[in-house]
């Protein structure tokens, strides 16, 4: 702005009309706008914008231009033209950054996960300067490495008519149409690129006798397009994503700070400026300063206290940029995976994943009789003592042409449909057959024909049918029957949903920025991909092309603009508030002098979410759900006790800080799930269902994305709606039957 | 059950530690060892007392967080298992159970049984990884086909969750089983080859630095070692030093 304040730039006439900047060119250039030159720069006086903001005829042609209908105040940046080209567009118009310039940028990563360390290794290669956060001991332990399945890429090596449509297109299905086209198209073009990097860094993924790559198929698509190796592809991907910002490390192009907690986002004029940190070994509180930050800190799945994630998973960092004005995308879509071990008592701290893949081969059933099902439980009848006649293998009863390979959302709620109804089986009721038993007996058959053996001779055709399953399966039955101390060849398994990945997260526009400018969101994190249910092997595809070749990218057009900024000084205000508001928060949690444990709150916030957010929700329990979480909240701030200090290691303060959150993150999950009239993907109201109970969407109203804006403390979040607009798909129902 | 506990206290790594006596009662066999302690701290919550400070993360096995060890032996009792998919049934009610952190030169106490294994991180950081760029401009996954024997031997060596009991168990505590499986994996693989002999060079050198001990082919590493990984690993890495030592 001039000096005394009286004419606009481009930009901020653009900030203060909430309107893009070319906007703003297009209309001076048509004549709209009236404008003056000042040594090649357009200037437009003040009292034209107060006359503007009166010409209704230019503010919803300004609202359209952006593509932003009912007043969605942010602009996502999906590239205009055919979806093929749009990344590669993009791209190519996009800002840069020169090589001289990045070694004056600073960037901010929290979180070493797939998407963290892949674009932390990344953006230090390129010249950025990096600090990386993570609050495990080693980078290496990010809950990334705990997938078991594999990883997608639409590389066709089958020939089995694979392509970046036909993965696109399966990913847009699978999230029930709540996913932004061109997000879903930029990560299937990129899929293919991640396989190439990560066998360059030396990722040894499954190969076949030839030596080249092998691929297994997964989760209910045609085609086999899953890379994988063994059952630890996580691990794999992970340790290679470590390894390249190990790599930049030694470069000292990387500085890390393990065993360190991100406490909050710094704003200054609106940018993010950097975070407030705690490091856990020595409780000192920390600033650092950059020009970005990126948030790469995973899901929120953990507000359900038991989870398939990892015990320090968790949504501090996604909530603290919400708190500070990022949007928060669909917090209700919440994946639950239908084969997990079963919870085995109130000790329970965690839930273990069994993978996908047994539902190719094991049969799922619970008792026909309710009376078996409860001498099961009290355990005077064994499974094996149940009749053929007496077992209700229920997928197969209600979905005769999926059976038991329905997707994982139907599946699961299915199981709790016949636990709720009294025939769940293990000792708390809570859990369902997957029984190998005809597996075992078809495979054996099969073998001892071809092997000319006895084929009626039953013991031998069951040892033959059990050797071939323990070649599929073994290393997970011999998981199982590590927890559960039961013998899966012999009896069935016994299995139950489980909390496992969060589609929602912090909303981010095309170039992965959310609506603080500066701050960005990649994986699990942000919102974008998954819709309202994720594929299987999905994840970890959408972690490292975020990582690897989206944020590199698009950072840059942010960061364009930075680059005469210099180096950014913590010695600031905006520092001195978000520090003390950490203090007085840690000062606060640490009041109590007796109480209830941590630990307490967590698992009493969970059983809320599970039992009224959980596979089925209706109106009347969210809104209790709502009011409960309120109450739990403020038991939890006048009666929580955290033992011991603050200024040193203290596992139960680092908890207490990410419950608070969880605490106010429950509350905004059952608000959307409310708001959300419609059953889709992982959301199922059962308000509204078919009269076969199947989920029943409502594309009419519902076709958006809900974008949670934060008012501030105790006032109700603004519910801001992106439209999805679908150009290239055609809006489907998903039936099973 | 019922079980007596003899656990390792330390205020921070500059204080003097001490094992104290606990007891833990209604413990369900059904638990795992750390819902176990779980249960413990939680007890000490109740009565004002600080928990014990142990890591762990994933509670699955593959993360490689979960340390302490159990009566002796890293990870405890059972073969091929972290310390966090160990399970209660294991033990008998009245059992006497001690837990003390993994100890070596090169991994100092944090807290009670919370052990500082950056060393691990700063070796890996010294060489073990491929220079290639992470912009994706690189060639094709198949154009290089590696025989199905390489690549098997590779992946169990890159099984390797990094927690560290190679080093607990050593009475040297030495690192090599450690070392040896990240300079395995590459050399095994066409595409780390080319850097191998700066690999080993810089990874060894890095690993005397921090302290680790030498090898003396007890082989409780690999016994101790929950992935399984093999003393072949410290084979190989001998073999590949000395073939670079004699390149230089």
């Keep these: 702005m001039d000096k005394d304040g009286q004419m606009l730039s481009i930009k901020e006439l653009a900030d203060v009309l909430n309107v893009s900047q070319k906007t703003i060119r297009r209309h001076i250039n048509s004549g709209k706008i009236k404008s003056v030159k000042v040594g090649g720069v357009h200037r437009i006086s003040r009292e034209q914008v107060s006359s503007l903001l009166e010409v209704e005829e ?214 993010a400026r950097g975070i407030i940190s705690r490091n856990l070994v020595n409780g000192k509180i920390e600033r650092h300063g950059a020009h970005a930050v990126v948030i790469a800190s995973g ?10 994630n990892a015990m320090g998973s968790n949504v501090t960092a996604s909530w603290k940029i919400h708190k500070k004005g990022a949007f928060f995308a669909n917090p209700c879509f919440t994946q639950i995976h239908p084969t997990c071990i079963p919870v085995s008592g109130d000790h329970q701290s965690k839930l273990t994943l069994m993978s996908e893949s047994l539902r190719n081969d094991g049969r799922i059933w619970v008792p026909k009789n ?80 071809s092997t000319g053996q ?59 920025m959310t609506t603080i400018p500066g701050c ?44 005469k900024t210099g180096p950014i000084k913590t010695d600031t205000k905006e520092f001195d508030e978000a520090e003390s508001g950490v203090n007085k928060f840690i000062e606060k949690i640490m009041s109590n002098k007796s109480g209830k444990s941590v630990d307490y709150y967590h698992r009493k916030l969970g059983k809320i979410m599970w039992d009224k957010c959980g596979m089925s929700r209706n109106a009347e329990d969210l809104r209790s759900a709502i009011t409960e979480i309120k109450a739990l909240r403020e038991e939890f701030y006048s009666n929580v006790f955290v033992p011991g200090g603050a200024d040193g290691y203290n596992e139960e303060l680092a908890k207490a800080g990410r419950v608070a959150d969880f605490l106010e993150l429950g509350e905004l999950f059952a608000l959307d799930a409310l708001e959300r009239n419609e059953s889709c993907g992982g959301h199922f109201r059962e308000e509204y269902q078919t009269e076969e109970g199947e989920a029943l969407r409502n594309d009419e109203e519902f076709t958006f994305v809900s974008c949670w804006e934060h008012m501030g403390k105790d006032k109700k979040p603004k519910l801001n709606k992106e439209e999805l607009n679908f150009k290239s798909v055609e809006l489907k129902s998903r039936s099973y039957k | 059950m019922e079980l007596k506990l003899k656990i390792w206290r330390q205020k921070n790594s500059g204080e003097k530690g001490a094992i104290i006596d606990y007891n ?91 052990v500082d294994r950056s ?67 590459y050399s095994r693989l066409p595409q780390g080859k080319v850097e191998a002999r700066e690999r080993v060079l810089n990874m060894v050198k890095q690993m005397d630095k921090e302290g680790f001990g030498n090898c003396t082919n007890t082989g409780a590493c690999e016994a101790h070692c929950p992935k399984g990984i093999s003393l072949d690993n410290i084979l190989n890495l001998n073999r590949e030093y000395i073939k670079a030592k004699i390149r230089k």
Aim: net charge neutral; glycine share 10%; hydrophobic share 35%.
């Design chain 1, 58 to 271: 230019i503010i919803v042609d300004d609202l359209i231009n952006i593509g932003l209908e009912r007043g969605f105040p942010y602009d996502s940046k999906v590239p205009s033209g055919d979806l093929k080209n749009k990344w590669s567009k993009h791209k190519g118009t996009i800002n840069l950054v020169s090589p001289a310039n990045k070694r004056n940028i600073d960037i901010i990563v929290v979180g070493t996960g797939l998407a963290g360390a892949s674009a932390s290794a990344t953006l230090a290669e390129l010249g950025y300067n990096v600090k990386a956060f993570c609050f495990q001991d080693s980078p290496r332990r990010a809950h990334s490495i705990a997938a078991q399945g594999g990883i997608n890429a639409s590389k066709n090596y089958q020939g089995d008519g694979d392509s970046d449509y036909r993965l696109f297109y399966d990913t847009i299905k699978g999230g029930d149409y709540r996913s932004r086209e061109a997000n879903v198209y930029r990560l299937a073009e990129v899929s293919a690129n991640i396989i190439d990097q990560c066998v360059a860094q030396g990722v040894p993924f499954a190969r076949d006798y030839g030596g080249l790559l092998d691929n297994r198929s997964f989760g209910g698509v045609l085609v086999s397009r899953t890379f994988y190796a063994k059952g630890q592809t996580g691990q794999q991907l992970l340790l290679g994503a470590y390894s390249a910002l190990n790599r930049q490390v030694n470069r000292g192009k990387v500085e890390m700070f393990s065993r360190h907690e991100m406490m909050d986002v710094v704003v200054v004029d609106g940018k």
């Design chain 1, 299 to 308: 899901g929120y799945g953990n507000v359900f206290y038991l989870s398939t």
């Design chain 1, 370 to 449: 309710i009376e078996d099902a409860k001498k099961i439980r009290n355990k005077e009848l064994k499974p094996t003592e149940i009749p053929e006649n007496d077992r209700d293998y229920y997928l197969e009863r209600r979905y005769p042409a999926f059976g038991n390979l329905v997707p994982r959302d139907v599946a699961s709620r299915a199981a709790k449909e016949r636990c709720d109804a009294g025939y769940g089986v293990n000792k708390t009721g809570q859990a369902v057959y997957l029984d190998f038993a005809a597996a075992i007996i078809r495979y054996g058959k099969e073998k001892a024909i």
């Design chain 1, 454 to 512: 006895d084929k009626d001779n039953i013991d031998l055709v069951k040892s033959l049918g059990k050797e071939i399953i323990k070649a599929k399966y073994g290393n997970l039955f011999q998981m199982y029957e590590k927890i559960v101390d039961e013998n899966p060849y012999e009896t069935p398994m016994q299995i139950f949903p489980a909390v496992h990945y969060t589609m929602g997260g912090v909303w981010v526009d095309y170039n992965l």
């Design chain 1, 520 to 563: 960005f969101a990649i994986g699990e994190a942000n919102f974008s991909d998954h819709g309202a249910n994720r594929l299987g092997a999905s994840a970890l595809m959408q972690g490292l092309a975020d990582g690897y070749f989206v944020l590199p990218y698009t950072i840059g057009d942010y960061l364009a603009d930075e680059i």
């Design chain 2, 24 to 114: 833990v009662k209604k413990i369900d066999p059904d638990m795992s060892f750390l819902e176990m302690l779980d249960v413990l701290n939680q007890d000490l919550i109740k009565s004002g007392e600080e928990p014990v400070a142990f890591d762990h993360d994933c509670r699955e096995g593959i993360c490689g967080m979960c340390s302490l060890v159990i009566n002796g032996s890293p990870h405890g009792p059972d073969k091929g298992t972290t310390t966090c998919q160990l399970h209660m049934r294991r033990f008998k009610s009245g059992d006497t159970i001690y837990i003390e952190p993994f100890r070596g030169t090169a991994f100092p106490v944090i807290k009670d049984l919370v």
């Design chain 2, 119 to 185: 060393a691990f991180d700063r070796i890996q950081q010294s060489g073990g990884y491929v220079s290639v760029n992470t912009s994706g401009n690189t060639v094709d996954a198949n154009a290089t086909p590696i025989p199905k024997p390489d690549a098997d031997e590779a992946f169990k060596a890159a099984a390797c969750i990094g927690c560290g009991a190679c080093v607990a168990s050593c009475k040297n505590s030495s690192a090599m089983l450690f070392v040896g499986a990240k300079v395995s994996q």
